[in-house]
C-alpha cells in the first residue's frame, strides 16, 4: 500500500451561527461548529492536538493551539470515525478556520490531518 494511503484522516466541518449568544451590536458573532475525524488509512492513529487558524472580515487572525480535542485525544482504528461539537466567537459576521491535527501513528509515525478552510457566516449574509 502507498505511505499516502497508510498515514490518511480525512477531516470535514459543519458551522452554526449561535444567535442567542451572538450580540452583533457590541461586534459579539458566536459560531459552532461539528467535526467529523475519519481514518481512511490503513494504519490506527491518535489525535494528539489541534492547530487552529481563525480569520475573521478585517484579516485579524487568531491562532489556537492545544492538545486533543473536547478533552479527547481518540485513537481512531482504521474506518473509524470521531466527532465533536466546538465554538468560537468573532468579531465580524464573516470568517473563516482552518488548520491541522497533529496524528501519531501506531507505529510511531507522527503526521498531520489537514484542515479544509471552511466559512462562518451568520444566515443570509453570504449568497
Given at each position: 500500500m502507498a505511505e499516502s494511503k497508510k498515514y490518511e484522516i480525512?477531516?470535514?466541518a459543519v458551522p452554526h451561527?449561535?444567535?442567542?449568544?451572538s450580540d452583533p451590536e457590541n461586534d459579539?458573532?458566536?459560531?459552532?461548529y461539528t467535526m467529523t475525524i475519519e481514518n481512511t488509512g490503513s494504519v490506527a492513529a491518535q489525535l494528539v492536538s489541534r492547530h487552529w487558524i481563525i480569520t475573521d472580515a478585517r484579516d485579524e487572525v487568531q491562532e489556537v493551539r492545544g492538545l486533543g480535542v473536547v478533552?479527547?485525544?481518540?485513537?481512531?482504528?482504521?474506518?473509524?470515525?470521531?466527532?465533536?461539537?466546538?465554538?468560537?466567537?468573532?468579531?465580524t459576521p464573516v470568517g473563516t478556520?482552518?488548520?491541522?491535527y497533529q496524528m501519531t501513528a501506531e507505529d510511531?509515525?507522527?503526521?498531520?490531518?489537514n484542515i479544509p478552510e471552511f466559512t462562518l457566516?451568520?444566515?443570509r449574509i453570504l449568497h
Open positions: 480525512t477531516v470535514s451561527f449561535i444567535a442567542d449568544q459579539r458573532y458566536v459560531f459552532a478533552g479527547h485525544q481518540p485513537l481512531l482504528k482504521p474506518g473509524e470515525k470521531f466527532e465533536y461539537t466546538s465554538g468560537c466567537q468573532l468579531d478556520m482552518r488548520g491541522s510511531g509515525t507522527q503526521f498531520a490531518a457566516a451568520i444566515p
